[in-house]
C-alpha cells in the first residue's frame, strides 16, 4: 500500500456535474499539496495546506473548492468544470510542515476528463 | 520567477548504457532539489533528495549532483535497465513548501 492514496484513479464528468476528488495520507505528515499535470506542461502548484490550514492558493479558479478535515486527509471538490481541466491530479505530503527542506511523497493521481 | 529546464526532453539508448540527465535552474537561491520517476499514467516516486548544503546524492545505481551556483544539476543512471524506461522530472525547493518543476526528461532503454 502506497504511503499516500488517492480515490478515485479515473473520473469522467460532464461540465455541469459536482464531484470530488479524495487523498488519504498513512505517513503521519502534516502538510498536504494538490498539484495539476496537464500534457506538455511541468506540474502546477494549486493548493498546500499545512497543519490543517491553507497556506497557499496559488491562482486557481473556484470552481476548484479544497478541503483539509484533518492531517491525513485532502479534498478537492470540484464543480462546473471545463473541458481544459482536463488532467491528472496529484496528492502529496511531507513530513513537517515548518520544513523548507523535507521530502514530498505523492500518490498515484487521479485522472479527471471533462467532457 | 524560478524556471526549471530539463534536457534532452527525450532519450533512447541500449541496455548497460551509463547516462546523465540534466536539470537547470534560474535562480540558485533554493532550499533543496529532488528527483522524480514517473511511469506512464502514474503518479510520482521519488528517488533522490539533495538539500542546499549538499553536493550529491547516492541510492544503489542513481547519483545525483548538485551545484548552485551554476543552477544546475544532473541524475546519472548506471548500467541502465529497461525497468529504467519513465520520465524524470526534476523539482526546486523555492520557499515555504514550494517545489517548482521542470516539464521532464523521457527515458527509454532498448534491451
Known amino acids: 500500500e502506497t504511503g499516500v492514496t488517492q480515490t478515485p484513479r479515473h473520473l469522467v464528468m460532464g461540465m455541469t456535474n459536482k464531484k470530488s476528488l479524495k487523498c488519504e495520507q498513512h505517513?503521519?505528515?502534516?502538510?498536504m499539496y494538490w498539484y495539476k499535470q496537464s500534457a506538455k506542461k511541468p506540474l502546477e502548484l494549486m493548493f498546500v495546506y499545512s497543519l490543517e490550514e491553507r497556506v497557499e492558493n496559488n491562482s486557481v479558479p473556484s470552481r476548484f473548492s479544497p478541503e483539509c478535515p484533518n492531517s491525513s486527509h485532502l479534498f478537492l471538490h470540484l464543480h462546473t468544470l471545463q473541458p481544459e481541466d482536463s488532467a491528472l491530479y496529484l496528492c502529496a505530503s511531507k513530513g513537517w510542515a515548518g520544513a523548507h527542506t523535507g521530502e514530498l511523497f505523492f500518490g498515484e493521481g487521479s485522472r479527471l476528463t471533462v467532457l | 520567477k524560478q524556471e526549471v529546464t530539463q534536457i534532452p526532453a527525450a532519450l533512447s539508448v541500449p541496455e548497460g548504457e551509463n547516462l546523465v540527465l540534466n536539470c537547470s535552474f534560474t535562480?540558485?537561491?533554493?532550499?533543496?532539489l529532488q528527483w522524480f520517476r514517473q511511469d506512464p499514467g502514474k503518479g510520482l516516486t521519488s528517488l533522490l533528495l539533495i538539500q542546499s548544503s549538499q553536493r550529491e546524492q547516492t541510492s544503489g545505481r542513481l547519483n545525483a549532483s548538485l551545484d548552485k551556483s551554476s543552477g544546475r544539476s544532473t541524475l546519472y543512471i548506471a548500467a541502465s535497465q529497461p525497468g529504467d524506461s519513465a520520465t524524470y522530472l526534476c523539482a526546486v525547493g523555492t520557499g515555504f513548501q514550494k517545489l517548482v518543476f521542470g516539464t521532464g526528461t523521457r527515458l527509454l532503454v532498448s534491451p
Open positions: 505517513l503521519g505528515h502534516n502538510a
Open positions: 535562480d540558485s537561491a533554493i532550499y533543496n
